[in-house]
């Protein structure tokens, strides 16, 4: 079985600023993804950014980036420039591939980011 | 529009109650998957369905029950209800090109569910 931690209920930032999630998962299988998921107030659940953790290279997109550390089983969101619209909950997820799993996810507990103007 | 529609998007009904959560796939995905948010927290995964088959269970109360019909439509049933099923449940899609990877997730914009 899989189990993600988010250990920072909340974090703030002053626009503009960077700011990092943390987030620690533990997992017995070789071949699995690591998601975070944003949902701002609407409740809408949105994909950030996926790394497969068979690629060592930490994956990026646009003002979004992870390091991803495997051995330490840590996959952190570190997000650049912050913007006001980045306000939301943030949820780390693992997924395994493959197996009985059959694509399911696992989430930790989100951390409520605040980017103040 | 994310492509995957839930219905009701809000229901508040008494304890002891039964309701059921409709779930309408993105177009050509075959598997469906139910998650719980209760309050603050993270997601739950309940169950999964592909074409119409179970294929994976998670915590899921006996008191809940879930299909997915031939138009790949699913319903979540939740019975007897109590003041904790208060929740949003999530449904989401995936197509048949993700076989079993974990992504290629789409969510729908959820069900809020408040017992009274």
């Known amino acids: 079985a899989q189990t993600v931690t988010q250990s920072q209920p909340e974090m703030s930032v002053q626009e503009a600023e960077t700011v990092t999630l943390s987030c620690t998962y533990d997992t017995s299988e070789n071949n699995y993804y690591l998601f975070w998921y944003k949902q701002p107030p609407s409740r809408q659940m949105i994909l950030v950014i996926r790394q497969e953790a068979y690629k060592q290279q930490n994956a990026t997109e646009n003002r979004f980036s992870v390091n991803f550390q495997k051995a330490a089983k840590s996959f952190s969101l570190k997000i650049s420039d912050s913007q006001l619209g980045d306000t939301a909950m943030y949820f780390c997820?693992?997924?395994?591939?493959?197996?009985?799993?059959?694509?399911?996810?696992?989430f930790g507990q989100g951390t409520i980011l605040t980017v103040h103007p | 529009d994310s492509g995957v529609t839930q219905t009701p998007k809000h229901l508040i009904t008494a304890t002891g109650q039964r309701v059921t959560l409709r779930c309408s796939p993105r177009?050509?995905?075959?598997?469906v998957y139910w998650y719980q948010q209760s309050l603050d927290q993270g997601l739950q995964f309940l169950i999964q369905y592909y074409n119409g088959e179970e294929r994976a269970k998670g915590n899921i109360l006996e008191r809940f029950s879930a299909q997915q019909f031939p138009d790949l439509h699913s319903e979540l049933n939740l019975s007897s209800l109590e003041l904790g099923d208060s929740a949003l449940y999530f449904c989401?899609?995936?197509?048949?090109?993700?076989?079993?990877?974990?992504?290629?997730?789409?969510f729908g914009s959820g069900t809020r569910l408040t017992v009274v």
């Open positions: 997820a693992s997924g395994e591939a493959g197996g009985t799993s059959y694509g399911k996810l696992t």
């Open positions: 989401a899609s995936r197509g048949k090109s993700q076989g079993a990877s974990p992504y290629g997730y789409t």
């Open positions: 177009s050509g995905d075959l598997s």
